[in-house]
């Protein structure tokens, strides 16, 4: 099987859930702790061999190519002040990947997100990443992910068992054992089931690793739930019908996540983060104790 180079990254969303401050701040440049949620992504793309990214983005998202570009004023500031602590912190960013762009004009969900990309895929698998999980770099999900597509060859889904009262919330995997216990060979997918239809309490979570052949099934799926193309949709098709792309598996991933994807998770992921950084973590965790003791 060929070595996986490639990621995509979906980045087109308008981040209602964020208004006003993603008004005129794509939802992806908000910090979490002192990076923005974006750059969590690509680093975790480069560290698992991705070093082609190409970002899907939509209009007011131009915030997203600066930040990954280099900004010479900037950094001139920081050398003349001596500052190398942050210049190399500045830096890092724009040399995580070779990054590409490309808009999706019309944003008619993942699944046609996904099929903007083909283009620069071309006939090689690659990677998504949805930006709202954040994968703890201590928990490789993406390298593991890769390692079983270029070994059994189709695509492969990230999974996380959830509790039944909140299968509702995500995309449901029906699934098969197999001889390794973070591994399963996915039977069929649903989009968002109430909580008595759902096949499994496995939950499909913001990363995919495809097969090229999803761009032939998504150019054919009709638009699903919310009226948007469903990569889930198409998965589906994949998972019962090998013959169109190969078998879909699953990771089952059991590490630490961070979920940026509202308001409430956001608020929690930079708790737990800061909380476990070398440089902040003790002071910040000293306070929340006495904060939480006084005030709660």
Known sequence: MRKIQKAVIPAAGLGTRFLPATKATPKEMLPVV???????????AAAAGLSD??????????????????????????TRKGDAERLVRVQKSSDLATMHYVRQ????????????????????PFAVLLGDDLIDPRDPLLARMTEIQEREGG?????????????QLYGCAGAEATAQDDVVRVTGLVEKPEPGEAPSNLAVIGRYVLDPAVFGVLRETEPGRGGEIQLTDALQRLAVDESLGGPVH??????????TGDRGDYLQA?????????????EFRSWLRGYVAAEL
């Open 53 to 78: 990214v190409l970002m899907i983005t939509g209009r007011n998202k131009r915030a997203l190519e600066d930040h990954f570009d280099r900004n010479y004023e900037l950094e001139s500031a920081l």
């Open 34 to 44: 002192d990076k923005p949620a974006i750059q969590y992504v690509v680093e975790e």
């Open 105 to 124: 004009g019309d944003p008619r969900g993942l699944g046609h997100a996904v099929l903007c990309a083909e283009p620069h895929v071309g006939d090689e």
């Open 155 to 167: 695509s492969v889904v990230a999974l996380m068992e959830v509790a039944p009262e909140q299968i």
């Open 270 to 282: 930079i708790v737990r983060l800061a909380c476990e950084r070398e440089d902040l973590g003790p």
């Open 250 to 259: 699953g990771v089952v991933f059991r590490g630490r996540r961070y979920d």
